[in-house]
């Protein structure tokens, strides 16, 4: 069943977008990366009205933005209604203050958009836990900023999460609840080590990647179970963990939260816990969406982030999925006719990327060779545990 996450009776809040391109990015970068924003913010439940981008050789120290462009979007905010700005990077706490105190709106950074999202997916009490935390973390440095002459009753983006009334306290109590918290996950990890211990030496796979490409939907394929998934930003956030038979062969596979360009540090910190299956792994199935014009730049988020966690030095197969929405004039691929599995198999995403596979988890396209790789992967590291069981697979 989909879950509902917003009250639809509340009136879609009405969104600027801010960015700001610097000599080492192009427009078409600048302009990947709004697009990104604006899918953030609608998966918010946030309309996107226009935008406002501005090249600097880097965001100014104490608008981001310059007071020009400033003046210019404050103009836009009140003609047309505007109820948040949203700037596509993190601000901070002087910033963020000397914008609203200019445009008197609701703003929001990249990082408290993200922090937002994630308080609105949040199930367990592991993933409620570590996302708390992220935002009293956030929120500590900004304590004067209490957006008080604006409309807080009212709820909204940027307001979900801990509530009103821990966001009035002072900082002390704060760093009393952070470190409640802290105390709490400790407990929650303590629990789920014991559970993965009881899980026996079965060979671990962990589906990793981009938000969106289609993770949970791979899952639910291979695994036949039914994790939620949907075409919105950070659907899965709480891992899930299944237990997978290819040809009498068992092993485990676990779909956890989706990567994304600038993550928010402390985010990354929170949610270790949550991606402990993926750093316990044996082979990790990096999932990449072949069909999304940046996907490289994905990739190379996807293996920062890895790196971040300390999950890089394994096995990686690669699956590019949504075969079916590849379009050949995002990559400068000159071809009239569709490109067939045998034109990827000799391309340069699979000799970069090798093992790699490519398929469509929802038109179901090759899944039997991506069957097959997993097999083959999962036997050669199940033999060299287990020698002794190599004659039963
Ligand atoms: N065209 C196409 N769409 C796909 C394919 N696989 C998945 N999708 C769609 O992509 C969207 C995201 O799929 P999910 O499985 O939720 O992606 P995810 O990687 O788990 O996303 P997060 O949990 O948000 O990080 C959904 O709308 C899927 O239906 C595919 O092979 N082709
Ligand atoms: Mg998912």
């Not at 891992?239 to 485990?252: A, G, Q, S």
């Not at 490289?296 to 996807?302: H, L």
């Amino acid at each position: 069943m989909k879950q509902k996450f917003y009250d639809t009776a509340v009136k879609q809040e009405k969104a600027v977008l801010v960015g700001v391109i610097t000599p080492n990015e192009t427009d078409e970068i600048e302009k990947e990366h709004l697009e990104e924003l604006e899918f953030l913010a609608s998966t918010a439940g946030a309309l996107t009205v226009t935008h406002f981008t501005q090249k600097l050789q880097r965001p100014d120290r104490a608008t981001f933005v310059g007071s020009g462009k400033l003046e210019d979007i404050k103009a836009y905010v009140k003609e047309e209604e505007i109820d948040i700005v949203i700037f596509d990077d993190g601000l901070s706490p002087s910033q963020l203050r000397n914008i609203e105190n200019e445009l008197q709106v609701k703003i929001l950074d990249r990082n408290n958009l993200i922090l937002d999202i994630f308080a609105s997916r949040a199930q367990t009490a592991q993933a409620k836990t570590q996302v708390e935390l992220a935002q009293l973390q956030y929120l500590l440095p900004r304590l004067t900023r209490l957006w008080t002459h604006l409309e807080r009753q009212k709820g909204g983006i940027g307001m979900r999460g801990p509530g009103e009334s821990q966001i009035e306290t002072d900082r002390r109590l704060i760093l009393n609840k952070i470190s409640l918290l802290k105390d709490k996950l400790k407990q929650i990890d303590k629990q789920n080590e014991t559970q993965r211990k009881n899980r026996h030496q079965l060979v671990r796979t962990a589906l990793v990647g981009y938000t969106n490409v289609g993770k949970s939907t791979i899952m639910n394929m291979i695994a036949k179970s039914e994790v939620f998934a949907e075409n919105k930003l950070f659907a899965t956030l709480d891992t899930t963990v299944r237990k997978v038979v290819i040809e009498n062969l068992p092993f485990l596979m676990s779909d956890t939260v989706g990567f994304i360009r600038k993550l928010p540090h402390h985010l990354v910190e929170c949610f270790k816990s949550t991606l402990d299956e993926t750093r316990e792994a044996d082979i990790l199935i990096h999932v990449v969406d072949i069909s999304h014009p940046n996907f490289e730049d994905q990739i190379r988020t996807v293996n920062e982030t890895l790196k971040d966690i300390g999950a890089i030095d394994k096995r990686i197969i690669t699956v590019f999925n949504k075969i079916d929405a590849f379009k050949p004039e995002d990559h400068q691929v000159s071809q009239e006719e569709p490109l067939t599995l045998e034109d990827f198999r000799q391309s340069w995403m699979a000799k970069n990327n090798a093992p790699a596979i490519f398929i469509s988890a929802t038109k179901k396209e090759n899944v039997e060779e991506f069957r097959a790789l997993l097999y083959k992967e999962v036997k050669a590291i199940h033999t060299e545990r287990y020698p002794y069981d190599a004659l039963l697979y």
